[in-house]
Nanobody, 126 residues
Framework: QVQLVESGGGLVQAGGSLRLSCAAS????????MGWFRQAPGKEREFVAT????????YYADSVKGRFTIARDNAKNTVYLQMNSLKPEDTAVYYC???????????????????WGQGTQVTVSS
């Protein structure tokens, strides 16, 4: 069983920045592929970013590429999402997720992730 707890959400003006954190339980965090997803009201949950176990490989949705950065600290069992140049369309509940499958590619589909956090609200005002 893996527990994920997100933090760092809030209200920010357009153009501002936020850093989300996701703390994971378990002794094998370094074995997990970690991802960030988001869900806006009335929309499906969508992929944002993912990072492989060692942190050496990352992948981003086109909508956030160049603005968001995913990183992990395996010693702290934590994954981060640095969000810069935020836009009103970034407003959503942001979820972190863990993929325990040992796949060798960056997973971007909801069904490919095994555990989810409770989410943290990010609101960007115009």
């Amino acid at each position: 069983q893996v527990q994920l707890v997100e933090s760092g959400g809030g209200l920010v003006q357009a153009g501002g920045s936020l850093r989300l954190s996701c703390a994971a339980s378990g002794r094998t965090f370094s074995n997990y592929i970690m991802g960030w997803f988001r869900q806006a009201p009335g929309k499906e949950r969508e992929f944002v970013a993912t990072i492989m176990q060692s942190g050496g490989r990352t992948y981003y949705a086109d909508s956030v590429k160049g603005r968001f950065t995913i990183a992990r600290d395996n010693a702290k069992n934590t994954v981060y999402l640095q969000m810069n140049s935020l836009k009103p369309e970034d407003t959503a509940v942001y979820y972190c997720a863990a993929d325990l499958s040992w796949r060798r590619y960056c997973a971007t589909a909801v069904y490919e992730y095994d555990y989810w956090g409770q989410g943290t609200q990010v609101t960007v005002s115009s």
